[in-house]
């Protein structure tokens, strides 16, 4: 499960709306009749941008390639079981009621949601899961069996994840010469929240955090490095500091050499391949930064063999009964959530979606 992509520009309308449309991620008045107007204004300068990142997303040929990559691994972790990926995007095709049908069809009895978000906000996981849920009349296969459900709904800490990430890291840090690799920043960038969120209690940014200070460990702790927040959208307050502000920041202090790290995302897509490297890519030449960014997990071997191993983990916990259908801090919802159709949604999925 993850937000999606446009795979070509004539598809970008149709995301934006969908994406302005979610009132989990970003909630407006009169979003029914808003969501669409503000889409079509924006689509143009969207469609220019997926442009010039090659026509379209990548995001999906990435999902597929990991998925499928997991599901063969899976299948020597878990003798005698079969396994298929699915992938069901929030905002772009394959979107979760059509993967649904797609399951039905192929007579799937035993589901899991694996959120390719590791670290858990109500705006990216709960959202998608919201989704789900309300397809959940849908859920019917033709002998009258529904499917079983669980879900993997965080895992920013995970071993083969730190490990994919600073793998990535140390192979951009050294094309730097030797003498000079331990004094370059790092800057780990994470699509930034709403205050709004974060104030009713969302564990998002205290997770990506965790997820920093685990690769950073990994590293040894050799490198100054800061956590930063980019694609703010609209005029409201959102975390901070945003990742153009802080790589001003940094050249003011004198700090000329920089490393991007993409530490909430699992797969290129145009926050990486545009926002990252030609937005602040030409924004860190114009301040004579030497901004370099960090590969994104995309295929590497060791980022999805922890995605099965991460999976294999979650089937032996539940056929063991050591554990649920979902995770104990799945279960609790944020102190300021005001939302009963969150409570809704988690008793359901506790219910391995009945």
Request: aromatic share 8%.
């Amino acid at each position: 499960m993850n937000m999606g992509g446009p795979s070509t520009t004539s598809e970008v309308q149709f995301f934006l709306t969908n994406l302005f449309s979610d009132p989990d991620l970003i909630p407006l008045p009169a979003q029914k009749w808003l969501a669409p107007i503000i889409a079509k204004r924006r689509t143009p300068k969207i469609e220019q941008q997926y442009d010039e990142i090659g026509g379209g997303s990548p995001i999906l040929r990435w999902t597929r390639e990991q998925g499928e990559g997991m599901a063969k691994i899976l299948e020597e972790l878990v003798p005698g079981e079969r396994f298929k990926s699915y992938v069901m995007f929030r905002y772009a095709r394959p979107l979760t009621g059509e993967t649904i049908e797609e399951m039905k069809r192929d007579g799937v009895k035993r589901a899991i949601a694996f959120t390719q978000y590791p670290q858990y906000s109500c705006s990216t996981t709960g959202s998608s899961l919201m989704e789900l849920w309300r397809h959940r009349d849908n859920m019917k296969l033709p002998n009258g069996d529904g499917i079983e459900w669980s879900v993997i709904d965080r895992w920013g800490t995970n071993p083969g994840l730190v490990e994919a990430f600073a793998q990535n890291i140390e192979k951009t840090l050294a094309e730097y010469p030797p003498e000079q690799r331990s004094k370059v920043v790092l800057l780990f960038s994470a699509h930034s929240l709403p205050m709004t969120v974060v104030e009713r209690g969302d564990p998002y940014v205290s997770e990506v955090a965790a997820t920093v200070s685990a690769v950073m460990h990994r590293l040894g702790n050799k490198n100054p490095y800061r956590l930063v927040w980019q694609s703010k959208v609209g005029p409201r307050a959102w975390m901070t500091p945003q990742t153009s502000e802080a790589l001003k920041g940094l050249a003011r202090l004198g700090e000329k050499k920089v490393v991007l790290v993409p530490i909430a995302f699992t797969s290129d897509h145009i926050e990486t391949l545009y926002e990252l490297d030609l937005e602040y890519g030409g924004e860190a030449k114009e301040l004579g930064i030497d901004l370099r960014r960090a590969e994104s997990l995309n295929g590497s071997p060791v980022f999805i063999r922890a995605l099965a191993d991460i999976a294999a983990e979650h089937i032996k916990g539940i056929r063991s009964g050591e554990q649920g259908h979902t995770s104990v801090q799945m279960g609790l919802r944020c102190p300021g959530c005001k939302f009963e159709r969150c409570g809704h949604q988690k008793s359901w999925f506790a219910r391995g979606g009945r």
